[in-house]
């Protein structure tokens, strides 16, 4: 009985190693494309890190090296020729084009700037919600009061990144349409706020102070 045990093990191995020659001579081609794709995958992506690494680069370069000029006009000038080819660098050369733009005194050129990474909607809400503030501080002696406040409400909302400085604005507009008693109101729940920080609470109980009111006990905690 032994012996055809062994035989009939024997005989079944091999019709188990017949099936799988034959599983791999007509199914092989699959393993093979999967390791293709596989090595192809990971080889597409380091080409790709590559290139983005590379672009990275050339523009750290570029502008480092349109920094570098002491000129305002010719720093402006050349930060403009720069070519940024992601979102995300486009916005962060235009926040320094609007800077030396405003140092070589070409204000609206900077508002320009700023106002092109504030419709960028594929950048985060943070740098779209920066820009459009810069550029409403650029705008205080131009823009009507009517639209500055609309568009400092729109940053004030709940959740918005840069709401307390958009009350802050709001307050000095309240102050500057000779409304003390709206702008000291604004200014008392800002600083009660838990996510106001220490420098814009302070800033905030001067301006109350300059107004002629009495800054209230703080009962919120700071975030």
Request: charged share 25%; net charge negative.
């Amino acid at each position: 009985m032994s012996d055809t045990d062994s035989f009939i093990d024997e005989v079944t191995e091999e019709v188990r190693r017949d099936r799988l020659y034959l599983l791999l001579r007509r199914w092989g081609w699959i393993g093979v494309l999967a390791v293709v794709l596989i090595v192809g995958g990971a080889a597409f992506n380091e080409v790709r890190k590559a290139r983005t690494t590379g672009q990275a680069e050339k523009l750290g370069d570029e502008i480092l090296s349109a920094l570098a000029q002491n000129d305002s006009a010719e720093r402006a000038s050349s930060l403009a020729s720069i070519d940024a080819v992601t979102p995300g660098g486009d916005a962060v050369l235009n926040m320094l084009l609007s800077s030396s733009q405003v140092e070589a005194g070409s204000r609206q050129e900077a508002v320009d700037s700023l106002n092109a990474i504030a419709v960028q909607v594929d950048l985060p809400e943070i740098y779209r919600a920066i820009a459009t503030f810069k550029a409403l501080l650029l705008q205080s002696d131009t823009l009507p009061v009517a639209d500055r406040r609309q568009q400092f409400e729109a940053l004030s909302a709940p959740g918005a990144p840069l709401r307390l400085l958009a009350e802050e604005q709001l307050a000095l507009i309240d102050v500057a349409e000779g409304n003390a008693d709206a702008a000291i109101e604004r200014l008392q729940a800002m600083r009660q706020d838990a996510e106001i920080g220490v420098d814009l609470q302070q800033r905030a109980a001067q301006l109350i102070v300059a107004l002629g009111g009495e800054p209230e006990p703080l009962v919120a905690q700071q975030g």
